[in-house]
């Protein structure tokens, strides 16, 4: 009688440590996971602070440069299909990071043209609600390379949790996947060449 009691409680044990450590790796998965949910929030916030910008950008340029049409509608219509991306953290994958990456990379190209086009325009360069803008928009700018190397870093951790030994077990039992990160564009790495 007293090994049966013995056993029982020895498996008692052994069923209360297992669900305890199976328990601890999910719910540190789950934090992992909305670690990197959390952060891409804030990529997508400081995104479209930079797109609420442009209108104002675009309105106080216009007023200068009204018969700079072109350039002004490349940047409306770059600044509509980089909004129009949407990037959930249920389909936050390679792919979806890519698209979302290349409308942001329109939208970036565009900005440039809008800003060599200001450079003609020495009255408007003096405007001061030009200024704020363009201050805003290059702190805006920072803020996203920021925001980028932290949604990075969340993706690193937990993808690097998810494929320890046991833990890639428990995570393809639950159904966690890998997260895509952000990645340079290509031909980043090669200087640009520059002509006078």
């Known amino acids: 009688m007293k090994k049966s009691w013995i056993v ?6 052994v069923v209360i440590i297992s669900y305890s450590y199976v ?26 602070r930079r797109a609420d910008l442009i209108p104002n950008l675009v309105a106080t340029v216009k007023g200068y440069a009204s018969h700079e049409k072109e350039t002004l509608t490349q940047v409306i219509e770059a600044r509509a299909k980089a909004t129009s991306v949407n990037i959930t953290p249920a389909n936050l994958n390679a792919a979806s990071i890519q698209q979302f990456q290349q409308a942001q990379a329109g939208l970036s190209s565009a900005l440039s043209k809008l800003m060599v ?10 405007n001061q609600n030009f200024l704020e803008l363009q201050a805003q928009l290059e702190g805006t700018e920072n803020r996203i390379a920021v925001e980028r190397k932290k949604f990075n870093q969340s993706a690193q951790g937990y993808n690097t949790y998810i494929r320890f030994f046991p833990k890639n077990m428990f995570a393809n039992m639950f159904g966690f996947e890998k997260k895509a990160y952000f990645e340079a564009e290509k031909g980043a790495e090669k200087v640009p060449k520059v002509e006078f």
Not at 30 to 43: K, T
């Open 117 to 126: 086009v200001v450079e003609r325009y020495p009255e408007l360069k003096a």
């Open 23 to 48: 328990k601890g790796v999910y719910n540190k998965m789950v934090l992992l996971d909305e670690n990197v949910s959390a952060s891409w929030a804030q990529v997508e916030n400081v995104y479209q």
């Open 8 to 13: 029982l409680i020895v498996i008692a044990v």
